[in-house]
């Protein structure tokens, strides 16, 4: 037996010179895989049983959540050693190279490695590649570097969040590790090999998906931490890791609606006057929003009395309205706030490094609440309580969520829990955390907040991420729905998007109207519906003091653009209220499941190869295929229908068998969409 590997409990343990290696069960089908060249493995003080992750303090389990033990088989030998988990199975050669495989035996990952370390295992190779690279940052922890095979060149990978780019399918894709304004860093994947795979580290980093070598890497980090697990199709996978990582809670009922917003109400009456609009129209409305820059000075926390003079007023009425009332918040300190210097005191912003202590300056110099620190946390909540929440604000816009920084020196921000390059991923998460937890404090239940980013695991903080500050192109729509998709193949289920797109978007323009129009229909089947923007023109300075010095867009509700636009989507916003029970339906499914609301096609139809290729389409839930209209002009498109099933078109009534292509028409009123087998529209 080799004295290499050893059995601790149902661990794994592999050690060659400075390295420590674990294996273990963590969940069904599943296994996580930590490496350190530290002293000890960090966090193992902890001990498995009792450390809760981040829910219990221990920030060391980032993203996972303690599991039950799993029965497992560890065998060592002379020439290696495996660990089997139901469906998975891991083993290590005696030089230290990783190999993962299914229940039948297939590979499904394998640890690139090419070294001189035993010519007889046949491993020599000049390169001197390492597949585990620790490179030490002189005086610090280490740079990391993991690296994998390709096991098959059709290999398929979908999930890591949002980005930028119109790819639903990321195999080839670069990806960086890091959280900015409109990209989402979450790193869960699904392979179409079978597999699913988080990168357990909130580092700043790397994910590089190339032909031949999949590359995982961390700036600084004090070790190597992921999660993998087997499964027979995308619903096995997604709800295995949902297990690991918490879900949803069950969204409350008014959020299945429709939101209204803009960029932004200035004042308490123009808010009122909106709201008293869409009831006096007889439209159906679920929220509206009290935007940014509503406080006196970033960091305040609370209304501006000159704009917003009676907030407990306006309140009950928009609740007389049946009217849920969100509220921005901001994570800026501004210098002149009168919050500033006990925080700054109490050690409850984060640092810079170098230069002069800002982090951004919009609107004034300020620095972000620390999220990491618990204490920062407690404070930043006890204000909102008092200024919001004990007035009947139930639901928050946590924004700025990333955090955004005006320059994203990401080595020149230091949180309480470490360098932001080391742990700064994980800010989103912890800035839900902190109304997360207050609000359940206070006794409620369904807690939901809109957050501009997230973490592996903000779904079970109650995190509603939107897709960001994006332009109002058609560009910019394909973008956001290969965003939208990722994202909930990433378990972030909870989705949703500026509709029209945040900047531009002239109101009396016709192509803008087309714009709106298409993006208003696919808002319809979003997981929340929300129509945002920062229209132009822009609007006059209503005062001078507080948030005033910031600026308002052009009117954005849904009668602003011109009656064909109206019409149009008054059609839309009673549909949505048509399928409120459906989404209700799925929201239950995300909340017990962590089934995406909104999926691609492979997820319902695993076995039609066609379905793993489309991706200008998606499932609404198992009933109902969506195919937006994403190019300007377009009047009709080419619809692929899963092989399967028998599909209804929900406008016309005409039925298709599945397993081809069909050309459906889309005139500017009507988004192409599909029943299965025979379910009811609506």
Known sequence: MSSLFSKEGNRLVYRYNAEKLWIEDWGENSLRVRSTKMA?????????TISGGLDAGNADEWALLPQKPCHVDINIGGDGASIRNGAIEARISKIGQIQVYNSRGELLLNEYLRSRLDIKDRTYSSLELEAREFRPIIGGDYEITVRFESVSPDEKIYGMGQY??????????????????????????????????????????????????????????????????????????????????????????????FWQCKLRYQTQEELLEVARGYKKRGL?????????????????????????????????????????????????????????????????????????GINTDFQGNSLYYDATNPEARSYVWEKAKRNY?????????????????????????????????????????????????GMKAAGQNNILNLLRCAWAGSQRYGALVWSGDIHS?????????????????????????????????????????????????????????????YREPVKPQYGTTGGATCRSGADNEVWSFSDEVYEICKKYLFLREKLRPYVAS???????????????LFYDFPSDGKSWETEDEFMFGPNYLVAPILHEGERERDVYLPAGGRWTNAWTGESHEGGGVIKAAAPLDRIPVFSRDGAVFG
């Not at 070790?223 to 990582?245: L, Q």
């Not at 994203?408 to 800035?431: A, C, E, K, S, T």
């Not at 965003?483 to 016709?510: H, Q, R, S, Y």
């Open 164 to 257: 930028q780019h119109s790819w639903l399918n990321l195999k080839g894709a670069d990806l960086e590790l890091a959280q900015r304004n409109s990209q989402a860093s979450v790193p869960f994947m699904i392979s179409s090999l079978g597999y699913g795979f988080l990168w357990n580290n909130p580092a700043v980093g790397r994910a590089c998906f190339g032909k031949n070598i999949t590359t995982w890497e961390a700036r600084s980090s004090k070790k190597i931490d992921y999660w993998i697990t087997a499964g027979n199709n995308p619903a096995e996978i997604e709800e295995a890791y949902a297990r690991a990582s918490g879900t949803v809670p069950m969204m409350p009922g008014y959020a299945m609606g």
């Open 473 to 533: 192109t058609f560009e910019s729509l394909r973008n956001q729905l290969a965003a939208g998709l990722n994202m909930g193949i990433a378990g972030i289920p909870w989705w949703t998007t500026d509709i029209g797109g945040f900047f531009g978007g002239e109101v009396t323009d016709p192509r803008f109207h087309e714009l709106l129009v298409r993006w208003f229909q696919w808002g319809c089947f979003c997981p929340v519906m929300r129509l945002h923007g």
């Open 586 to 600: 799925q929201m239950k499914a995300a909340h017990e499941k962590g089934t995406p609301v909104m999926r691609p």
């Open 389 to 437: 929440y004990d007035k009947g604000v139930k639901i928050f816009w946590l924004d700025e969520a990333e955090p955004e920084y005006s320059v994203y020196d990401f080595d020149n921000y230091r949180y309480h829990l470490g360098p932001d390059i080391q742990i700064g991923n994980v800010y989103p998460l912890m800035y839900a955390k902190t109304f997360f937890d």
């Open 284 to 356: 159906p409305i679920s929220v509206i929003v009290v935007d940014f820059f509503h406080w006196p000075y970033q960091g305040e926390w609370k209304f501006d009395p000159v704009y917003w003079p009676d907030p407990d007023a306006m309140i009950a009425e928009l609740k007389a309205m049946d009217i849920e009332l969100m509220v921005s918040i901001w994570p800026t300190v501004d210098r002149r706030s009168e919050n500033w210097r006990e925080m700054l005191e109490q050690g409850l912003l984060i640092r810079t490094e170098r230069g002069y």
């Open 40 to 48: 000890e493995m960090p966090g193992a003080e902890s001990g498995r």
